[in-house]
Nanobody, 121 residues
Framework: QVQVVESGGGLVRPGGSLRLSCAAS????????MAWYRQPAGKQRESVASIIDGVTTNYAESVKGRFAISKDNAKNTVTLQMNDLKPEDTAVYYC???????????????WGQGTQVTVDS
């Protein structure tokens, strides 16, 4: 079994910074990608940032230049550094990990339960 746990959400003023962390653990043979999504209240979940094979990063246009994703390969963790936060960044942030469990050759997506980020003055 694979577990995904996020941490680091909270309340911050506009222009402030937060760092989110996500840890994957369990029976993991390989991690293909780790990604952050967010879902504002009443809206659909959207992709924020991802890192593939521990190297290639992708960002939503709305966060480019403000957010940075990084992965610690030794610890199977991914961090999302969020700077210059805006009220429109308010959402529940979810971590998704694409993992090959040791019991199969297939890659499976696992999601965390989410962490709330609120940007408000």
């Amino acid at each position: 079994q694979v577990q995904v746990v996020e941490s680091g959400g909270g309340l911050v003023r506009p222009g402030g910074s937060l760092r989110l962390s996500c840890a994957a653990s369990g029976s993991i043979a390989d991690i293909k990608s780790m990604a952050w999504y967010r879902q504002p209240a009443g809206k659909q979940r959207e992709s924020v940032a991802s890192i593939i094979d521990g190297v290639t990063t992708n960002y939503a246009e709305s966060v480019k230049g403000r957010f940075a994703i990084s992965k610690d390969n030794a610890k199977n963790t991914v961090t999302l550094q969020m700077n210059d936060l805006k009220p429109e960044d308010t959402a529940v942030y979810y971590c998704k990990v694409r993992v090959r469990p040791i019991t199969t050759w297939a890659y499976i997506d696992y999601w965390g339960q989410g962490t709330q980020v609120t940007v408000d003055s």
